[in-house]
């Protein structure tokens, strides 16, 4: 069955180190790859999209790496402060052959001790 | 400002009650979507429209109506609410259907009893 998984457990890491985030998919060829944060209650805000034939995207402090092959999306958070703590989504853009829809994982939230 | 706007934020109602979700949009985006998040089981599409007057069934569109008569609303109806609707829902827009980032409404809270 066509399955997408982050990190199961909530991750806490110390301000100032790099928070790493993952999302694992199977039996899907996802055209396109995106990650959003949500704050408690409130609607998921974007952050990065990155295509199939990328290997890596930046963005500030934010790092998305996307490896077909292993069928994974890393997320980096370089220098992380107590502002970044919140609930992580990454999303699969399937094309139309596979559905054409965007599938969101469960999501990782992530806390930052000061 | 860019902005997704739904109403209302919370809303509290009995079985069986007609009621409406309006949505709307500000940045004249083609594609709509309604989606319900519950805990454990995340973000899960409802309806989707392509364009005016183009809507179409996602996951679980048991139990909901949407239509799309203009390009900035797609309002979500419940015809007659159950309590397995109780779910915080969002209503989101973008430029396309794939590619490109979908912008999120602030949430309603709905709650059935």
């Known amino acids: 069955s066509q399955k997408i998984e982050q990190n199961s457990e909530a991750l806490n890491i110390q301000e100032g180190k790099t928070a790493t985030l993952t999302c694992n998919y199977t039996?899907?060829?996802?055209?396109?790859l995106q990650w959003y944060r949500q704050d408690p209650g409130r609607g998921p805000v974007f952050l990065l999209l990155i295509r199939e034939n990328e290997k890596e995207k930046r963005k500030e402090r934010l790092k998305v790496t996307f490896d077909t092959t292993l069928k994974q999306s890393l997320f980096h958070i370089t220098a992380s402060q107590p502002a970044d703590s919140a609930t992580y989504l990454c999303?699969?853009?399937?094309?139309?052959?596979?559905?054409?829809?965007?599938?969101f994982g469960q999501g990782t939230e992530l806390s930052v001790k000061p | 400002e860019a902005q997704v706007t739904q109403n209302p934020r919370y809303l509290i109602t009995v079985t069986g009650k007609k009621l409406t979700v309006t949505c709307s949009q500000n940045m004249n985006h083609e594609y709509m979507s309604w989606y319900r998040q519950d805990p454990g089981l995340g973000l899960r599409q409802i309806y989707y429209s392509m364009n005016v007057e183009v809507t179409d069934k996602g996951d679980v569109p048991e139990g909901y109506k949407v239509s799309r008569k203009e390009k900035r609303n797609f309002p979500l109806i419940l015809e007659s609410p159950s309590p397995n609707q109780t779910s915080l829902y969002f209503c989101?827009?973008?430029?396309?259907?794939?590619?490109?980032?979908?912008?999120f409404g602030p949430g309603t809270r709905l709650t059935v009893t």
């Open positions: 999303a699969l853009d399937t094309p139309s052959s596979q559905g054409g829809k965007l599938i």
């Open positions: 989101a827009s973008s430029f396309a259907r794939q590619g490109y980032e979908q912008y």
């Open positions: 039996n899907y060829s996802p055209a396109y």
